[in-house]
């Protein structure tokens, strides 16, 4: 099963910020990859998907990039409604895997 | 609008089973994969199993293989969860997902709360 490796655990970040999330597979995945947002006690909410495309409806400030084993998550100009847990997915094969969520937090 | 509303949860013993139902409505059903993912308190999530449109193909994560079913109904625009022999570590929040073929999960039911314990 392919393993997945997000980085950092915790983001401790100001309204503003530009931040980055990463994650890291352990085989290649083509750019199968999607990008969640999760806030406590709700549903993840889908961002991207297919490595960069960005899903209907959400904020240009979120953009996905990569391919292969490394992908990233970037969030340019973070705003107070950003603040929550993102996961990563690979869709590759017929085994998907989450990585582990990454949470970003008020500095 | 999209929803997913799942229903089925509760408490049941180590060992037991317990039937998880999700009604979709406002997407045509039968063209999406359905999926479901759990969440266990205060962790990450994970993928555990997922249907095609036609229920001809069929995956699970290790942790739920041969003891969990997924299946769907087109008609019912429903997708169920059968869970036997379940375990404490099965605990969790278990959220089904509308699917594209491409693998990424669009729609996310609020998910329902299973727990096991004795």
Do not use: H
Request: aromatic share 12%.
């Amino acid at each position: 099963d392919v393993q997945m490796t997000q980085s950092p655990s915790t983001l401790s970040a100001s309204v503003g910020d530009r931040v980055t999330i990463t994650c890291r597979a352990s085989q290649s995945v083509g750019s199968w990859m999607a990008w969640y947002q999760q806030k406590p006690g709700k549903a993840p909410k889908l961002l991207i998907y297919k490595a960069s495309t960005l899903e209907s409806g959400v904020p240009s400030r979120f953009s996905g990039s990569g391919s292969g084993t490394e992908f990233t998550l970037t969030i340019t100009g973070l705003q107070p409604d950003d603040f929550a847990t993102y996961y990563c997915q690979q869709y590759d094969n017929y085994s998907w895997t989450f990585g582990q969520g990454t949470k970003v937090e008020i500095k | 609008q999209v929803q997913l509303a799942e229903s089925g949860g509760g408490v049941v013993k180590p060992g037991g089973s317990l039937r998880l139902s999700c009604e979709a409505s406002g997407f045509t059903f039968s063209d999406y994969y359905m999926t479901w993912s759990r969440q266990a308190p205060g962790k990450g999530l994970e993928w555990i199993s997922y249907i095609s449109t036609n229920s001809l193909k069929i995956y699970y994560a290790d942790s739920v293989k041969g003891r969990f079913t997924i299946s769907r109904d087109n008609v019912k625009n429903s997708v169920y969860l059968q869970m036997n022999t379940l375990r404490a570590e099965d605990t969790a929040v278990y959220y089904c997902g509308g699917v594209p073929r491409s693998g990424y999960t669009k729609y996310w039911g609020q998910g329902v709360l299973v727990t096991v314990s004795s």
